[in-house]
């Protein structure tokens, strides 16, 4: 599978830059070539992830930029803008993401949090997996989806164990994921599509405030997540199961935790009241970056691990995305298909299906990657606001839950050896079948009503 | 791949009541046993060529031929067995024996004889856990047989590539 994505992806490359396409510029055709190249290579993973992202970087510095090996292709933006999406707002942005859940689980207020609202979902198990849902999402508004599994399984597998063998286990083991999964939409710093939706948006004069990310994504969220938990709880947990939730809280009150816990609700709040006062997401999640370094709660050992493979994945994608803008494929593309003769429901159904479908086979970031800079092309030609696309399909590869590959959360369910492969098909297409109708259908309207666009 | 856990114990009963006490690691780990050093060697030779990673050896110090302690020492150096956590279960190895066995062949542990069935899954448990995260490799596809906290940390660095 690799070698022949590596194969194929190699000759898609090159095809368009030996045939002439009528109607693309030359700079299209070299644009054309490695975004054919960047699809083959992030859906068969013929290299890694982020491999392919910098592959993507330094192929538009040598072919589409003033420093392009090969002249002939008409003005072309300095190198410096490709390199430039490496330090892009949004990826300053969750590089403050990442440094607050980081420490939130070195000081351990990721499991105390959890521990203290549980307590009041005590008592009855299909309660119980309500509040676990909700605790779920919440961290994962803020923290990675994988983090958040990893850390509420941590939670969970004693209670895991104490419940009977079987449907019940089964159920438990499935909430998290799929409530890490739907958590991840609630916020831009949830998850890397939120992030390559956001840049994309930036980049084309459409930027989204961090609140204003959340008044489009949280009412999905929460309704896609009760749905979920209302599924999941008449499947596999019986009414009278018994199910403890025992949990120690133990805050960590050391300074350096009372630090990090007074830079961390310092941002979160300064990202939900941005429009009062006007600083930037970005600039707002560099501040604990500045302050945890400068006070030493956090150091070098805290910057080396950092998931950095992620941020440049991301940013391969918002250079992906420039580049489609740049170099005239964006306008080549649109003029592929009349899609102002598909009915816009048609449309929409469509675009959510694709991203969905896609992301259940591959990594939610790459499919982002691919379809979010391609769907923003095309929705110039629609009567539908970018704005509105570019947050759709983000949110959509949220939703392709299906399978044990679809996600690393789901990995980790898979892994516990409580979820069958079936039980995961079934109830990701439900849940994600849902969310995807949903979004498609409702959303949008929505969205217009409450004059969010 | 799979993990790996070798048996060498020339004694059938004992090699009989440590497999019946790590039973519950069957399903997910490949359980060897050897009678003596070059049956060991064979065994090793075959799970390299399976693919498989050698995680754990359980060997016993009075052997006939080569001592126990001698085979963990060679088994440091050799390329297919650096990570691979290593216990001496035994009643006789006297001290000289025990220090280098824990200076020459970096012992892991040391059961003595007889052992304490859940201690020694324990154990067991704590030794796959150490190979799994020292060796670098992804616990989830080993997690029913690892500390599942330890596990997964590990996990927890990855992000949602």
Redesign the interface.
């Known amino acids: 599978m690799q070698r022949l994505g590596l194969l194929l992806g190699s000759i898609a490359f090159l095809v368009p830059l030996l045939i002439r396409i009528p109607g693309l510029e030359p700079a299209g055709h070299r644009m054309l070539a490695i975004f054919l190249l960047a699809i083959l290579f992030w859906v068969t993973e013929a290299i890694p992830l982020y491999a392919t992202a910098v592959l993507v970087i330094l192929l538009q510095v040598l072919m589409l930029s003033d420093q392009a090996l090969v002249g002939g292709a008409g003005a072309l933006p300095p190198a410096a803008t490709y390199f430039a999406t490496l330090a892009n707002p949004v990826i300053i942005l969750f590089l403050g993401g990442f440094l607050i859940a980081d420490g939130a689980h070195k000081f351990g207020l990721d499991r105390s949090l959890a521990a203290v609202m549980l307590r009041p979902f005590a008592g009855n198990a299909r309660l119980s997996l309500l509040g676990l849902m909700i605790i779920t999402a919440l961290l994962s508004m803020f923290v990675s989806n994988t983090a958040t599994t990893a850390t509420m399984f941590a939670v969970v597998i004693p209670i895991l164990a104490a419940l009977p063998a079987g449907s019940a286990r089964t159920g438990v083991a499935l909430a998290i994921p799929i409530a890490a999964n739907i958590g991840g939409i609630g916020t831009p710093v949830g998850s890397p599509p939120n992030a390559i939706a956001l840049g994309a948006l930036e980049a084309a004069g459409q930027g989204i405030s961090f609140i204003g990310w959340m008044l489009l994504a949280v009412p999905l969220m929460v309704v896609v997540l009760l749905f979920s938990w209302w599924f999941l709880s008449r499947r596999y947990i019986a009414a009278d199961t018994p199910m403890s939730l025992e949990l120690s809280a133990d805050f960590d009150r050391s300074p350096a935790a009372m630090i990090f816990y007074l830079v961390a609700g310092t941002t979160v709040l300064l990202w939900l009241t941005e429009p009062l006062h006007g600083i930037s997401s970005s600039t707002v999640g560099f501040l604990p970056v500045v302050a945890l370094l400068a006070t030493q709660v956090m150091g070098a050992e805290d910057i080396k691990r950092l998931q950095w493979p992620v941020l440049w994945l991301v940013a391969g994608g918002i250079a992906l995305g420039a580049g489609i803008g740049k170099s005239g494929l964006d306008v080549w593309l649109l003029g592929l298909v009349a899609w102002e003769t598909l009915p816009l429901t048609l449309m929409m159904v469509l675009l959510v299906g694709v991203s969905v479908g896609l992301s259940t086979v591959i990594s939610h970031s790459a499919a982002a990657n691919l379809l979010v800079p391609l769907t923003l092309s095309l929705a110039v030609g629609l009567p539908i606001d970018p704005t509105a696309v570019g947050v759709m399909v983000a949110l959509a590869c949220a939703l392709g839950m299906a399978l044990p590959i679809s996600t690393p959360p789901n990995a980790i369910a898979y892994a516990t050896g409580e979820v069958p492969t079936s039980e995961m098909i079934v109830s990701g297409v439900v849940i994600g079948g849902f969310g995807a109708l949903l979004l498609a259908l409702v959303m949008p309207t929505l969205w217009g009503v409450l004059g969010l666009l | 791949m799979r993990l790996a856990l070798l048996i060498l114990e020339d004694e059938r009963s004992v090699r009989e009541a440590l497999r019946r006490d790590l039973a519950v690691f069957a399903g997910h780990v490949r359980i060897e046993e050897a009678e003596d050093v070059p049956t060991a060697l064979e065994v090793i030779a075959e799970i390299d060529a399976a693919g498989d990673r050698l995680a754990l050896v359980m060997a016993d110090h009075r052997l006939p031929g080569t001592s126990g302690v001698d085979f963990l020492i060679d088994l440091a150096t050799d390329e297919r067995t650096l990570a691979t956590r290593k216990v001496l279960v035994t009643g006789q190895a006297d001290q000289s024996d025990t220090i280098r066995a824990i200076n020459e062949a970096e012992l892991d542990r040391y059961v003595a004889k007889p052992w304490q069935p859940e201690a020694l899954r324990d154990m067991v448990r704590d030794q796959l856990t150490e190979f799994v995260v020292v060796a670098g490799l992804d616990?989830?596809?080993h997690?029913?047989v690892l500390d599942?906290?330890r596990a997964?940390?590990v996990?927890?660095?990855?992000?949602?590539?």
């Open positions: 616990p989830l596809p997690l029913a599942a906290e997964l940390c996990v927890h660095e990855r992000g949602d590539l």
